[in-house]
Nanobody, 124 residues
Framework: QVQLVESGGKLMQAGDSLKLSCAASGRTLSMYNMGWFRQAPGKERDFVAAISRYGGSTQYADSVKGRFTISRDNAKNTVYLQMNSLKPEDTAVYYC?????????????????WGQGTQVTVSS
């Protein structure tokens, strides 16, 4: 199985940019479709973005489309989430997740492995 560790979360100001990383170990990252999700206090875990095994396909939630970019470097076993024009409503714990089977999906329960999360807080 694969182990995932997110990093890069911090306290930001509205309008700032931030890049999250998700480092994988245990298995080759290219085996997995990858996703980013987020969970705000008292709310369900929501889909943010997903990327196919070799980066040929991506998918985004409407709330982040045009502001966030998911990418991956399989040679470094790392997935990234570039977040621009941050808003206070982007405040959440951000999780990366791995899915062994295709296709890309927004469904939380379809992902097999999860990281521990990294906190992103955006102040107005």
């Amino acid at each position: 199985q694969v182990q995932l560790v997110e990093s890069g979360g911090k306290l930001m100001q509205a309008g700032d940019s931030l890049k999250l990383s998700c480092a994988a170990s245990g298995r080759t990252l290219s085996m997995y479709n990858m996703g980013w999700f987020r969970q705000a206090p008292g709310k369900e875990r929501d889909f943010v973005a997903a990327i196919s095994r070799y980066g040929g396909s991506t998918q985004y939630a409407d709330s982040v489309k045009g502001r966030f970019t998911i990418s991956r470097d399989n040679a470094k076993n790392t997935v990234y989430l570039q977040m621009n024009s941050l808003k206070p409503e982007d405040t959440a714990v951000y999780y990366c997740a791995a899915r062994l089977r295709p296709p890309l999906t927004v469904v939380v329960d379809s992902y097999n492995y999860w990281g521990q999360g990294t906190q992103v807080t955006v102040s107005s």
